[in-house]
């Protein structure tokens, strides 16, 4: 499992939080709902982002990915810093939009790449640190390609005769060209997908991405506490409807 919330990161909450970043919001949410202050400074900040059981970088790119999945770019900008300060390289960024664009639609993430340029120029971030528009792509292993051509025979055959080029471009361009760029690990790319499809409750397609981030190398326990801080930024009753797909999941994987 990767390390806990380190030092420096907790810092750069706790600096956020208390020098300025924050601070308008916190004043916001004492003249609205003092509880909800109350609930983030305790719970969410003083709780949740310290758990072992998740790096400070797996939360933030959960988190980011669950925001942009669900259009909250107003919220975006200050997870996109603390992404930045937890090790959350640029050109991941870069790439989690790009995923995301097929995951949750275009819109959600050009509104995303917005909001993601401006942070980038206040970061003094290049172009040159960013994912390339055509990497060489990470090549796939004989058992790799003997399961995709399995799954695309058997997507063709479920669904060829009902949308043609839905089943085309998910091998073209999903599974043989996105999912094989290099500047987002398979365990990551997975790690956003899983985040994105939890955040909309898109559970009819979890568990078979569940499986592949386990796959990936996401352990159970890590898996266990994405739900944990998706509940917080997507809401139990998204976190609920996803519990029995993962628990199917975790038991199939343990017989």
Do not use: C
Request: proline share 4%.
């Amino acid at each position: 499992m990767r390390t806990g919330l380190n030092v420096e990161f907790l810092g750069a909450i706790l600096a956020m939080v208390s020098l300025g970043s924050w601070a308008a919001d916190v004043n916001d949410l004492t003249s609205a709902a003092p509880a909800l202050e109350k609930y983030t400074q305790e719970r969410l900040l003083g709780e949740v982002w310290k758990r072992p059981q998740l790096s400070a970088r797996d939360r933030s790119i959960t988190t980011v990915a669950a925001l942009i999945a669900r259009n909250q770019v107003n919220e975006l900008p200050r997870y996109l810093r603390l992404a930045l300060d937890s090790g959350v390289k640029p050109a991941e960024l870069s790439e989690i939009i790009t995923h995301l664009a097929f995951y949750s639609g275009w819109a959600n993430a050009t509104a995303a790449a917005a909001v993601t340029k401006d942070v980038f120029v206040e970061r003094k971030i290049s172009s040159n640190q960013l994912a390339p528009a055509k990497p060489k792509l990470l090549e796939m292993s004989e058992a790799a390609l003997k399961s995709e051509k399995e799954r695309e025979v058997r997507v063709g055959q479920q669904f060829g005769a009902v949308s043609e080029g839905v089943v085309q471009y998910t091998t073209e361009v999903l599974f043989l060209d996105l999912w094989l760029r290099p500047d987002l690990s398979p365990r990551d790319r997975s790690l956003v997908t899983v985040s994105a499809l939890i955040a909309t409750g898109q559970v009819q397609q979890l568990g078979s991405h569940l499986s592949r981030a386990m796959d990936n190398g996401l352990t159970q326990s890590e898996a266990s506490e994405v739900l944990t801080q998706l509940a917080f930024y997507a809401g139990w009753p998204n976190v609920f409807s996803a519990l029995p797909i993962a628990k199917d999941v975790f038991e199939k994987r343990t017989k």
